[in-house]
């Protein structure tokens, strides 16, 4: 209800660019499934700068969106992919969230939606599959760029652990894993916008009743998490939501290359 809510606001502030242009009125609502405010094409389009910059995508790779909400990182990757030889699968928990990419990227062939039925206590409280059990809908060794963009700050340390060794698995050698998180270390462990308190040994949450709302994790849990995966940290960058960042991101980003 209370993301519900927020995403009405989202949806609101989403009025005088839908209406102002055409082009924008069938943008997915927020309030049927909400990925957070901001504005839908300017922050997908920065999410896709940060791969482009950061985790060296290229407009022929073979994509994996882990957890693609409502399609924010699919819309400006389709022409791209499209243009470029390459191909792009999302999946996501959230089974408005990929009804909405459906019909958004319907007759579009190297564009592919898959919803799974994972638990998650922000997402899906009804999912049926435990996340530290989910298998990634792609194949071995068939993936350039596997990214989680604002997804790790919702799952706590085992699921991510899963995640990232899931990556692994589907990535091509030399493929990259891109994804964000809250990485806490000693003297940045809250701020004035995520004051998180304590939880567990590898976390803190803003609110202990209700983890998975956000998740901060520290930074040598998700070292370990990367390396026991198989996987090399190539790149990590501070983000804004705890300054002083080191590019313009909210989250701070990692990147990881499978040797
Ligand atoms: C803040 S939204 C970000 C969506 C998208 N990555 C973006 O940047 O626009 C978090 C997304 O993660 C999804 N999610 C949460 N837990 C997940 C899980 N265990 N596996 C896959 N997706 C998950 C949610 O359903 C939601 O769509």
Redesign the pocket.
């Known amino acids: 209800m209370r993301r519900t809510l927020a995403g009405a606001l989202t949806d609101l502030k989403s009025l005088p660019h839908r209406l102002a242009d055409p082009a924008r009125r069938a943008e997915p609502w927020a309030f049927v499934?909400?990925?957070?405010d901001g504005d839908f094409v300017a922050?997908?389009r920065q999410?896709v700068r940060h791969l482009t910059d950061h985790a060296g995508l290229k407009p022929s790779d073979r994509v994996l969106?882990?957890?693609?909400?409502?399609?924010?990182?699919a819309e400006p990757l389709a022409d791209l992919l499209g243009i470029g030889g390459g191909g792009y699968l999302g999946?996501?928990?959230?089974r408005a969230?990929i009804a909405a990419c459906r019909r958004r990227f319907r007759g579009r062939a190297h564009m592919g939606f898959e919803h799974?039925d994972?638990?998650?206590g922000?997402?899906?409280m009804g999912?049926k599959l435990a996340?530290a059990e989910?298998v990634f809908p792609a194949a071995d060794a068939s993936i350039d760029l596997a990214?989680?963009?604002?997804?790790f700050?919702?799952?706590r340390m085992p699921?991510m652990r899963r995640?990232l060794a899931e990556g692994a698995r589907v990535l091509k050698p030399g493929g990259r894993f891109a994804f964000t998180a809250f990485a806490l270390s000693p003297g940045r462990e809250a701020s004035e916008v995520f004051a998180f308190e304590p939880f567990d040994a590898t976390s803190k949450v803003i609110d202990p009743r209700y983890p998975?709302r956000a998740i901060g994790h520290w930074r040598p849990a998700i070292e370990a998490a990367v390396a026991e995966a198989g996987l090399t940290l190539r790149t990590s960058l501070a983000g804004l939501w705890a300054p002083p960042a080191d590019y313009d991101g909210g989250q701070d980003l990692f990147v990881a290359v499978k040797a």
């Open positions: 499934h909400n990925v957070g922050v997908g999410l969106d882990i957890g693609c909400g409502n399609g924010r990182v999946f996501d928990i959230s969230g799974l994972v638990w998650n922000e997402y899906n999912g996340e989910v990214f989680a963009t604002s997804v700050t919702h799952m699921a995640y998975e």
